[in-house]
């Protein structure tokens, strides 16, 4: 009788018997033995991997002219596997960085604050408590949409301020709170000045005195001076509103600079 020839499912069941059995022998080689001595194609056993110093090489040449696409991703292969590296807390660092010079603040600042948490007496702290601060600094918007920036711009700085008050960087973190409490201010009196657009004028002289009161040294100061005085005798404005009000972008903080009043 002619014998039929194996199935392709009769054929792989035969090999995994094949398999199995030669396990069970003692004389036969091990798994890892038996597969090694075969080629799959181009690839080996081991794949080889870029060492970590090569790795930061190139990450920070690639992050040196500004391709912060290719330093993170060399980056990234550090963290990933080489993690105990000398080279890591540098790449920690960096990939922090490319976030922040790619206008990415939200993810930047949250890698900022981890490396802050794993390394708190690193010596790069007070440069990591100034980015956090610019990535509060650089994300705010408008003074007619998102503010929260601005806020947390000057918590962000004078924490930095508190832990280290005489760093490279106290100087222009001072200013750039200066520049983010003008922003709040003119957020004030752009609400107050909405209020006289909507016949409002009780509601806005309240909040022009409270600016007044408050922020005696705004540079916004005589705008609401005007605009009260206008309220106060029963004249306001009914048209031209816009020449009313204020820079709606933050401020330049250069201007602020060669102010030395502490930071609050």
């Known amino acids: ?17 094949l398999v199995v059995g030669c396990l069970s022998l003692s004389g036969c080689a091990t798994t890892k033995d038996m597969f090694s001595s075969w080629s799959f194609g181009s690839q080996t056993e ?11 090489v190139t990450g920070m040449d690639a992050y040196s002219v500004g391709n912060y696409a290719e330093a993170l991703k060399a980056f990234n292969e550090i963290m990933d596997r080489y993690p105990f590296s000398p080279q890591a807390m540098l790449a920690e660092l960096k990939a922090a960085d490319c976030y922040y010079y ?49 806020q947390e711009t000057i918590q962000s700085f004078s924490r930095m301020l508190r832990a280290y008050p005489n760093s490279p960087y106290s100087r222009e973190a001072k ?6 409490r003008e922003f709040l201010v003119n957020h004030e009196y752009f609400v107050a000045v909405f209020y006289v657009r909507t016949k409002k004028y009780e509601q806005a002289q309240h909040r022009l ?3 007044l009161a408050m922020y ?12 009260l005085a206008r309220l106060d005798a029963g004249e306001p404005p009914r048209w031209g509103l816009n020449r009313w009000l204020p820079d709606v972008k933050m401020p330049e903080w250069t201007q602020f600079t060669f102010d030395e009043k502490p930071a609050e």
């Open 46 to 56: 081991e794949e080889s991997f870029e060492p970590a110093e090569s790795l930061a």
């Open 209 to 211: 005195k409270f600016i």
């Open 102 to 150: 790619r206008g990415e603040y939200v993810e930047a600042k949250a890698l900022y604050k981890e490396f802050e948490e794993r390394h708190p007496t690193n010596e790069a702290i007070p440069y990591v408590m100034f980015q956090i601060g610019m990535c509060d600094f650089s994300r705010t918007d408008r003074i007619d949409r998102d503010i929260s920036g601005a």
């Open 175 to 180: 200013a750039r709170i200066r520049a983010a």
């Open 216 to 227: 005696p040294d705004s540079t916004i100061v005589p705008k609401a001076e005007a605009l």
């Open 1 to 17: 009788m002619i014998s039929k020839p194996f199935s392709p499912a009769g054929r792989a069941a035969l090999y995994i018997l």
